[in-house]
């Protein structure tokens, strides 16, 4: 793919029906895009992870779906537990897909709209403040790209002082059977004052062709509000994806993250939290199963600006066979933020001579009277505690896989919805093959 193309798709785009705003945000990045290109492995940001070379295939830009009822058994296949009790969003090829989509929250607690739609609704003022300011912290040419080709987004607002019974469950597919395709689905989630959300998003690709997701998720967490952002990547060997999560705690509100990945090509996330108010909490958590030649790099950004802020960040990977992964952490604590408490720990076991881990945990302090820590292990199965097991008459296979199961338990445990956590702890299982 070069860049003629991406220019002739970027004029195609151009609607008289964008406001101001968006015009001039996409105008500006596709600028950047433009400038910068794909990110290659001399950016210190990438320097594990390379995902220039997957363009060289001749992907095509989140296609319409003429008919999406047809994915009908994909559909079928990629629904969460009790998702009859969920608010679900989807989207086709990167576009929100209204048609597909369920809310059964009241309009009162819960309102989900394509963003154009929100923008004459009320919200332009929160669209203008919010909309493109991951572009701040996220400065390369893949997130440019997402930003210049924003359509059919979604904005979703939970009104203040409503707290949701139903989760919102949000399903990405794409549509590979006939060519490969480039997703680049985009949201902006509003959680106003003493608001409490639940959201939990996965990923699925239809078809053996290749498929890259460029996925965007800005959210804002206002005064005294919940956040619970769930996570799960389990596609296919022959997809990748980069998909980055923006919070920003406005006010002093609390945020609880988790991310699992169990199965894909190469995988990219980057998790920003802008904690922007006095008395923040925040709490990050990943496992990543790394099987064949799978990839996956985890890269976090806690931006502490204010005093007595609070954030935890447990990240765990069990790699095998040839796969690699990665953990960036990065804490920075701005000269304001005095009383910050900020931990970080990065778990690894490594299965195969030809498994990779890179780690690379960082701390910038311009504050004096703080409390920030961060470590690092990484290592083999502990041959005491298989000796143990199989003194007890089981396999060292079983002994294993009991083992890592225990690993990673403390993940699965963080969570919070029932249903969800019950599915995640048997994919695992599958994943470690528990019979």
């Avoid at 406001?19 to 500006?28: C, E, I, K, P, S």
């Avoid at 909309?131 to 440019?144: F, M, N, P, Q, W």
């Avoid at 199965?263 to 990219?268: K, S």
């Avoid at 992964?325 to 005095?338: H, L, N, T, Y």
Wanted: charged residues 20%.
């Amino acid at each position: 793919m070069n860049a003629t193309y991406f220019k002739d798709q970027f004029q195609q785009l151009q609607t008289e029906n964008d406001t101001v705003h968006l015009a001039a945000l996409r105008a500006g990045s596709f600028g950047t895009f433009d400038q910068k290109g794909f990110p290659t492995t001399k950016l210190e940001e990438w320097k594990y992870t390379n995902i220039s070379s997957l363009f060289d295939k001749e992907y095509q830009i989140s296609p319409f779906t003429d008919n999406p009822a047809s994915l009908a058994a994909a559909i079928e296949e990629i629904q969460l537990p009790e998702h009859t009790n969920a608010n679900v969003l989807y989207f086709v090829n990167g576009r929100y897909e209204p048609s597909l989509s369920i809310i059964r929250s009241t309009i009162e607690e819960l309102q989900v709209m394509p963003l154009l739609q929100a923008a004459s609704a009320g919200f332009q003022e929160i669209i203008d403040q919010h909309l493109g300011e991951s572009s701040v912290y996220l400065k390369d040419g893949i997130h440019a790209l997402n930003t210049s080709f924003i359509t059919d987004a979604v904005f979703i607002h939970v009104a203040a002082g409503k707290e949701l019974s139903h989760p919102v469950y949000i399903y990405h597919l794409a549509d590979a059977q006939h060519q490969a395709i480039l997703t680049q689905p985009r949201s902006l989630v509003y959680v106003s004052k003493r608001a409490k959300i639940q959201i939990a998003e996965t990923f699925r690709t239809v078809g053996t062709m290749d498929s890259f997701s460029n996925a965007v998720m800005e959210v804002v967490v206002a005064q005294d509000a919940f956040l619970e952002y769930y996570k799960l990547q389990n596609d296919a060997a022959h997809t990748s994806q980069v998909s980055s999560t923006h919070i920003h705690q406005t006010g002093k509100s609390h945020v609880h993250t988790v991310t699992i990945s169990l199965n894909g090509g190469l995988l990219r996330n980057n998790l920003n939290m802008i904690l922007d108010a006095e008395g923040n909490e925040t709490h990050l958590y990943g496992l990543s199963l790394l099987k064949g030649k799978t990839h996956v790099d985890n890269h976090t950004l806690i931006d502490n600006k204010h005093p007595n802020c609070f954030s935890n960040q447990l990240y765990k990977n069990i790699a095998d066979d040839a796969a690699t992964g990665v953990f960036s952490g990065r804490i920075i604590v701005q000269p304001d933020a005095q009383k910050t408490n900020a931990y970080q720990s990065n778990k690894n076991i490594i299965l195969s001579d030809q498994a990779t881990i890179n780690a690379k945990p960082q701390l910038e302090i311009f504050a004096d009277d703080v409390k920030c820590s961060h470590g690092c292990t990484v290592g083999q199965l502990d041959e005491e505690a298989l000796f143990y097991l199989r003194a007890r008459g089981i396999s060292r296979e079983l002994a294993e896989v009991l083992l890592l199961q225990a690993f990673a338990t403390d993940i699965v445990e963080q969570v919070k919805i029932e249903p969800l956590r019950q599915h995640i702890d048997t994919l695992i299982q599958q994943h470690l093959s528990i019979q």
